[in-house]
């Protein structure tokens, strides 16, 4: 039985439910008692020994927890007398409450965040409690049977269909493994040598955790390269529920649970002073972030770079570099090893914001420091709650010498197989094959048609305030004079209205109407209300001589980093407005040099290969044959 099998026949639990529970609460009851069902067969081997140790010591005052984990030979234990199939049909509820308080603390806060004894109560009144326990304890879900990878992806099938039938985001908490496993790859792969070292012990965090099933994999991974190394997992997890589930995995893997956190990583990092030497996550995509808003504000704005979110903040709408920026700040010296971060992202972060921008700021950030080592374009349908394109960024503050100064753009979008069946969204994976292709490309670290290697500084731009001057001609009509009445300019009204004819510039103007000086709000007056714009008009000059621009033929330019700005104005802007100007008032906060930096991935331009069209005579002749079939349609209706 495969795992989406068992997971389906694990769900059909859920008929006796119906009627009683509602649909949206099935998964509520469903997930818990399949971790319990998991940690009983996992405990079952040493269940015995671990009653008569407990039954021999328990009065003695020694620490249980230093000795019974040893005998049940995992990370937690049990030491009640009943299982879920020697419960009873009497007292049901209260021998399986012993039952579960009878773990070791590390196993019973699962329970506790499945909010377990609440269920359990409506399960009795619903006279159901007995029979969802001998349903579940007649499931094979021993290790021998399923191993900790197969039960990974059971519990990710339960909570797809847990989503789907709250009408609920099941992308939110976990990842494909297809993605998965190629993030890894990607994060590992520079590092496999030293992963294959005799006693290796590496760190892998990720703050956006799920069900744990990154950090599962990614366990598995290096386990699979040498069963001698030991990845450390922590984790920072948001949901109770899938928070329990990744706490019940790590338990079963034999790892401390104590370093997988509950709470909202962005507003309360609970791994504050925590250095990593892989990071990995997929945070949710496109989360508006206004609940911790406040948090994140004051911690940037009392912190700066001391915190996690100096560069800069992205609009409330989107928090996906938030998490990126936070990933960044749980890096390790370059000097002790460094750290190597995958991260899944939507395309906004790629480009949202113009320069000046939270978003280009950060990004800006980043390249200039020179930690971005590639983007990998995947394709779309790849994930269970969305089509959306999506990308694996990979960075690192300890780039291989030939990366320095560089980044790899990698176009996987159309590297995908076709799903045999469809899961929510899912259309698509990545096969075996594909992913060892990608990481390929990522290893070659040269140009190709899905490979593109630019400097960090291709990325950024510098823009410029591009100028032209006012261009009024002036004229006194009966509205334009009831206009200008009506501002703090009125009191020289009678003298325009004496004013007659046409004029292409102000001072003429004034001169017509005998007016020799005008004060700054009447002179605006003035060109608000008997001004009209005219190409062929002389441009207008402040008191000092100044020419006056227009703002609304005001334009930006993005000049590129490596090119002059002066050489570029010339160029690209001279020939077609030979009035403009640059206005050298705009500087770049940081460095002061004239335009605002900004940064961006354009990655589709890129890799865009232009199509020419099709000849005119082939587009004819399909209309044609098109037409041809309707005529003929048509004929058949009316005959």
């Not at 992806?153 to 039938?165: G, T």
């Not at 912190?303 to 709408?317: H, S, T």
Request: with cysteine; aromatic share 10%.
């Amino acid at each position: 039985m495969n795992q989406q099998n068992l997971a389906d026949f694990i769900w059909n639990v859920a008929d006796v439910l119906r009627g009683d529970f509602k649909q949206s609460e099935f998964g509520r009851i469903i997930l818990p008692f399949t971790v319990l069902r998991r940690l009983e067969c996992v405990l079952e081997p040493t269940r015995d020994a671990v009653r008569t140790q407990y039954q021999a010591l328990h009065a003695s005052g020694v620490d249980l927890d230093l000795l019974l984990p040893g005998t049940a030979g995992a990370t937690f234990y049990n030491v009640s007398q009943f299982s879920l199939a020697s419960l009873g049909s009497t007292s049901t509820r209260a021998n399986l409450e012993d039952y579960i308080a009878k773990f070791s603390a590390n196993a019973r806060q699962v329970f506790e965040h499945f909010a377990f004894d609440g269920w359990l109560e409506k399960l009795e009144k619903a006279n159901l409690l007995y029979l969802v326990t001998q349903k579940f304890a007649a499931i094979d879900l021993h290790p021998a049977a399923i191993s900790n990878h197969e039960m990974g992806l059971v519990f990710e099938h339960l909570i797809r269909k847990f989503a789907e039938s709250a009408n609920d985001t099941a992308g939110e908490f976990f990842t494909p493994r297809d993605v998965v496993r190629l993030a890894t790859t990607l994060v590992f792969a520079p590092d496999h040598q030293a992963l294959n070292g005799e006693g290796v012990v590496r760190t892998v965090y990720d703050c956006a955790a799920g069900t744990g099933g990154f950090l599962s994999s990614a366990i598995e991974q290096v386990s699979e390269w040498n069963p001698n190394a030991r990845l450390v997992p922590y984790a920072q997890e948001l949901n109770p529920e899938t928070y329990a589930i990744s706490v019940a995995d790590k338990l079963i893997q034999g790892f401390s649970t104590q370093n997988i956190k509950l709470g909202n990583t962005l507003s309360n990092d609970q791994l504050p002073h925590e250095q990593f030497d892989y990071c990995l996550a997929n945070p949710p995509f496109g989360v508006k972030w206004e609940k911790v808003q406040k948090q994140v504000q004051d911690e940037h704005t009392q912190q700066g770079f001391a915190g996690r979110f100096g560069p800069g903040l992205p609009r409330v709408g989107d928090g996906s570099l938030l998490f990126l920026m936070h990933l960044l700040s749980k890096r390790k010296p370059a000097e002790q090893g460094g750290t190597r971060i995958g991260i899944v992202l939507s395309g906004s972060p790629l480009f949202n914001g113009g320069a000046g921008s939270g978003e280009s700021e950060i990004r800006r950030w980043i390249l200039e420091n020179d930690w971005l080592e590639a983007i990998i374009a995947l394709p779309t349908d790849l994930f269970y709650n969305t089509g959306i394109g999506t990308y694996v960024w990979i960075l690192s503050n300890h780039k291989d010498t030939l990366r320095k100064g560089k980044v790899q753009l990698i176009d996987a979008s159309a590297m995908h197989a076709p799903m045999r069946k469809s899961l929510g969204s899912k259309r698509k994976y990545l096969s075996d094959e594909q992913i060892a292709e990608i990481a390929k490309l990522h290893e070659a670290f040269e140009e190709g048609p899905n490979s593109k290697i630019f400097a960090t500084t291709d990325f950024g731009y510098r823009r410029i305030t591009v100028e032209r001057p006012l261009r009024l001609r002036f004229s006194v009509t009966a509205d334009k004079l009831a206009a200008y009445q009506n501002t703090k300019g009125s009191d020289q009204a009678e003298a325009f209205a004496k004013v007659e004819g046409r004029f292409d510039n102000l001072p003429a103007f004034l001169k017509a109407a005998g007016v020799k000086k005008l004060s700054k709000g009447a002179q605006k007056a003035v060109l608000a209300c008997f001004g009209e714009r005219d190409a062929e008009a002389q441009p207008v000059l402040d008191d000092k001589g100044k020419v006056q621009s227009d703002s609304d033929l005001r334009e930006f330019e993005n000049v590129p980093l490596n090119q002059s700005i002066q050489d570029y104005f010339e160029r690209e802007v001279l020939p077609h407005v030979p009035d403009a100007w640059i206005d050298t008032g705009k500087t770049d906060a940081k460095d002061g040099q004239v335009g605002i930096v900004g940064y961006e991935i354009n990655f589709n331009r890129y890799f865009y290969v232009y199509q020419p069209p099709r000849p005119l005579t082939e587009i004819d002749a399909d209309l044609k044959a098109v037409e041809a079939e309707i005529a003929a349609l048509l004929g058949e209706v009316t005959a």
